[in-house]
């Protein structure tokens, strides 16, 4: 298998985004309540080619390869008019994305107590093997800079009990600002990984989750599939109080290949979690945030 240089430097973008979004501290959410017992946790957001197939179905143009065809089309075969201009000293970064470049999610089961039907990024609690967060001499040092160990075994260790993927192909990169989810007592920790060497993924317990699929990036940054989700938590003594978070609209044959009506929706958590490091990375596109629709229920 050939080394996609574009590619390469999608994996670039994601160690400046984890730095970026470590500079700018924890996610802005609600604060933990006094005397609230927290737990910890870690998820994994894996990002890199399940394949060699293009899995776009976007409109958009894949970014950073898409001059490189239209060059061709101008009859600079090789394209080495885009190289050029990639390649200048002091030129402006720009976006890595190509068609074959995923994210892996995971919709929790219907049947479970907390966040039944959600798509989110495999994860979980940590466990007593996976070591102890506290350690100061229990650190790693990644490409984005040095992390905890314990959060890096316990999203590695989820991801592989919920989807089956091999821990030893994927690169982690970096960890993102431990957050705190108050809806579920969870102090949260991102960890950003590469998959460098990608193998089939599936459900492997379906009493945990109901689907696992891979999500194209260029997707997942098309400003027509995306919007804003709001949940309204009605009250006797003060008006509806509205969360919101971004959202993404995944179609149907995506994440399930036997079929199926509507779209799979990422919003809440994940969402938020989502559109930080998009656009951290410089991935991200304009999009109506104005566009406001109701949680998926």
Same mark, same amino acid.
């Given at each position: 298998?050939?080394? =996609?240089?574009?590619?390469? +430097? ?25 005397? @609230? ?13 399940? =394949? ?19 060059? !061709?089309? @101008? ?20 976006? $890595? ?5 995923? #994210? ?22 940590? =466990?007593?093997? =996976? ?8 650190? #790693? ?7 905890? !160990? !314990? ?32 809806? %579920? %007592? ?13 193998? %089939? ?5 379906? @009493? ?19 919007? %804003? !989700? ?45 559109? $930080? ?19 998926? +229920?």
């Amino acid at each position: 298998m050939t080394v =996609d240089p574009i590619r390469c +430097r999608a994996r670039t973008d994601l160690i400046r985004a984890v730095q970026l979004l470590n500079q700018a501290g924890p996610l802005r959410i609600p604060e933990v309540p006094p005397g @609230r017992t927290m737990r910890e946790s870690a998820v994994l957001i894996l990002v890199g080619a399940l =394949d060699e197939v293009p899995a776009v179905t976007s409109s958009l143009p894949a970014v950073g390869g898409q001059d490189r065809h239209e060059a !061709a089309g @101008r009859g600079d075969r090789d394209g080495s008019r885009d190289r050029g201009r990639e390649e200048t000293p002091g030129a402006p970064e720009r976006p $890595h994305v190509t068609a074959d470049l995923d #994210l892996l999610l995971v919709q929790r089961a219907a049947t479970l107590r907390a966040h039944p039907g959600q798509v989110a990024f495999p994860g979980g609690r940590l =466990d007593p093997e =996976d070591g102890d967060p506290c350690a100061t001499e229990d650190r #790693l040092e990644l490409p984005a800079g040095s992390g905890q !160990a !314990a959060y890096v075994r316990a999203a590695l260790r989820e991801a592989e009990e919920e989807t089956g993927l091999d821990p030893s192909g994927v690169e982690v990169l970096g960890l993102l600002p431990r957050t705190p989810l108050t809806v %579920s %007592s969870h102090q949260v920790t991102p960890v950003v990984g590469w998959w460098s060497k990608p193998v %089939s993924v599936d459900v492997v317990d379906h @009493r945990e989750s109901s689907l696992v699929f891979r999500a194209p990036v260029l997707d997942l940054v098309d400003p027509s599939r995306r919007h %804003s !989700a709001e949940v309204r938590v009605p009250g006797p003594d003060y008006p509806d109080v509205r969360h919101r978070s971004p959202a993404f609209r995944i179609p149907r044959e995506i994440t399930d290949p036997a079929g199926g009506e509507g779209d799979v929706v990422v919003w809440g958590f994940t969402g938020l979690l989502l559109d $930080h490091l998009l656009t951290a990375a410089g991935w991200s596109r304009d999009w109506n945030t104005d566009d406001v629709r109701p949680a998926p +229920r």
